[in-house]
Nanobody, 117 residues
Framework: QVQLVESGGGLVQAGDSLRLSCVVS??????MGWFRQAPGKERDFVAT????????LYTDAVKGRFTVSRDNAKNTLYLQMNNLKPEDTAVYYC????????????WGRGTQVTVSS
């Protein structure tokens, strides 16, 4: 059974940092992504990575502040978030694409990030 489990969210102040983790079990993914959903809004792309072709993309709103990395030995994807802003408040999800790049068919349940001003 494939599972993606996010953790690391919390309540922080503007300017603080958090590191989200996504532990993957049951398989490995070469194409993964981080997404977020703010209250009353649709789920949006934050960052995507394809390790096979070395492609890493970030949405403009987080460029220079967020960084995606992974630990192969732990089969874990990370999202380092620095200089957090109130507009970063959302539930953050990780996702994996098992068949086609960018076609995310496995999702975690999310972790809440709340940034106070």
């Amino acid at each position: 059974q494939v599972q993606l489990v996010e953790s690391g969210g919390g309540l922080v102040q503007a300017g603080d940092s958090l590191r989200l983790s996504c532990v993957v079990s049951g398989r490995t993914f070469s194409s993964m992504g981080w997404f977020r959903q703010a209250p009353g809004k649709e789920r949006d792309f934050v960052a995507t990575v394809n390790w096979n072709i070395g492609r890493l993309l970030y949405t403009d709103a987080v460029k220079g502040r967020f960084t995606v990395s992974r630990d192969n030995a732990k089969n874990t994807l990370y999202l380092q978030m620095n200089n957090l802003k109130p507009e970063d408040t959302a539930v953050y999800y990780c996702a994996g694409a098992s068949i086609a790049i960018g076609n995310y068919d496995y999702w975690g349940r999310g972790t809440q990030v709340t940034v106070s001003s």
